[in-house]
């Protein structure tokens, strides 16, 4: 009796019998934590190249257990998420795809799309309708599965990039798990996602980067440093942010942000030369357009703070 | 027996009898305001271009009154603040210089100081002894007298540029002042000054600018604002900074500041080859660099929150 109505409440709540996290990171252990939060899974299983960080997302009840055999936990898996830094997204997919099950659902968690569905499209071959590109926009300067949360995607976009192979029943489950999640889901090509992510994310941490780095470098350089205020925090948050997983993005992303920089290159150029030439009205038009549309933005958003109702 | 009290209790209190404002917008007007809940100052009256936005600084309880024969009133200050865009300073610094009484200690506000001390000696003459370089480093994006709080230079810098002139008696005023004001008083040279704050912050604003402006003037713009996430909105906060204060900061300290371009414009060339030669090597070791400052940086300032600790 108890164990009939156990099964019954079971199958009324739970959306994903199994899901498998490859990378329990700060993406893949807030995706558990949440669908967990919102009681729409039965077991989550975890793989990684880090014993150690498996046995902490155990302690921390962000998975289930960790798996042993990738071949035997797939083939009943529900849904995957391959939450990897992105270059190791192409090997992580080629060691998925033979093992998934029929009604297996993978998705990636990565910032960049066009590289991810290539090797995609390598690794699943015949199944690659299976696979729904997914980029969870929620990431912080904090990573590893200590900074992982429940409410991490809440009223986060995430941009799914469907491919043609993708059937419905895939689609709406990858799009059921995210709202599940708490958050938006949009949808762009591949191509599209690039080409925003690059101008929107990719440069500025670029940017962010070279000017701590430009500061860092300098025989006196704490004399900067004793005087940097709250503008200079902010704008440099981002420079605090995992070297590894953004030398990934750029080189993955390189073409569009490359075609980002040339753009960046030449509007810094327009302000210098305006100041070569003191031109204070070319400098206070082309700061007034930013103003403007920097502040539009931040009363659209609350100041980004909020960039979706869920659900 | 009331009034000799009350004088009595003026006496010991007031530091400064008689403070004149000119320019009461965000610094000017937090100025004031600091000194009143230091019960530091006996009265305030305010000079400035606009005779609304006096209005509104004496309802909002900035100022005591608007100030109507600026000789007058000059002639009795303690204590003199310009606190105008650093592109009014010298006219301003001109107006003040001939009127002010052998015990009036001026300050400025500005964000520049290799101009404003050219300015000031142009405009005090041998009066020069009576006016201290200040920059109190605690701007926001927001400007104008409503914006205005008594708390504004709480545990920030306020960074003194001394000239040989200045006697011990009116640097110790000014120090006094800011340290009322909850501030924790530096000393730079105005050349260490100009060249610290080009890196720190006139260069970050124009880096932000151009990002936002980059952006704002595509004809498809509004797909990349709609996925800006919170990465962009910190990086581009100062980008809805006030465009004439910023024209006129770049343009006063342009040649620190276009040697900054010139450094920043490097580092960038730098990150492009990495990319374009598929240099992952190189791109992790210049985050690495930067992650690695950047978080010594905001764990020695609590992430900026706390500069220092006041008086």
């Known amino acids: 009796m108890n164990s009939f109505s156990s099964d019954m409440r079971t199958a009324v709540l739970v959306e994903f019998g199994k899901v498998v996290i490859y990378g329990v990171g700060l993406i893949g252990g807030s995706f558990a934590l949440a669908l967990k939060a919102a009681r729409a899974v039965g077991e989550v299983v975890g793989f990684g190249r880090r014993p150690v960080v498996l046995a902490r997302a155990r302690e921390l009840g962000v998975i289930d257990r960790a798996g042993a055999h990738l071949a035997q936990e797939l083939a009943d898996a529900d849904l995957v998420l391959a939450a990897t ?10 060691q998925i795809a033979p093992h998934i099950g029929a009604h297996t659902v993978v998705m990636d968690g990565g910032s960049t799309k066009e590289d991810v569905v290539r090797a995609a499209y390598a690794a699943f071959g015949g199944r690659i309708g299976q696979f729904v590109p997914a980029h969870p926009v929620a990431g912080t300067e904090n990573s590893g599965v200590a900074a992982a949360k429940s409410d991490l995607f809440w009223c986060r976009k ?5 491919l043609p192979e993708n059937g419905a029943g895939s689609l709406e489950r990858a799009k059921r798990a995210w ?17 925003v992510f690059a101008a929107v994310s990719h ?6 980067f070279a000017l701590v780095r430009d500061l860092a470098e300098r025989p006196d350089a704490p004399l900067f440093f004793d005087f940097a205020a709250s503008g200079f925090r902010d704008f440099t948050r981002i420079a605090a942010s995992h070297p590894e997983m953004w030398r990934d993005i750029c080189l993955a992303n390189r073409a ?11 509007q810094l150029r327009d302000f210098k030369a305006a100041l070569q030439e003191n031109d204070g009205a070319s400098l206070e038009q082309g700061f007034t357009v930013a103003r403007r549309a920097r502040r539009a933005w931040g009363e659209k958003t609350e100041d980004g703070a909020v960039v979706a109702r869920p659900l």
Chains 1, 2 share one sequence.
Do not use: N, S
């Not at 995430?158 to 469907?162: D, E, F, G, K, S």
């Not at 440069?203 to 962010?208: C, N």
């Not at 569009?256 to 030449?266: M, P, V």
């Open 85 to 94: 830094p992105v270059g190791q997204l192409p090997a992580v997919l080629e």
């Open 158 to 162: 995430v941009v799914l990039t469907p």
């Open 179 to 195: 709202r599940l999640c708490g958050a938006e889901v949009c949808e762009l090509t591949p191509a599209q996602h690039d080409r």
């Open 203 to 208: 440069l500025p941490h670029l940017l962010a």
């Open 256 to 266: 569009a942000l490359l075609r980002e920089i040339d753009a960046y290159q030449k």
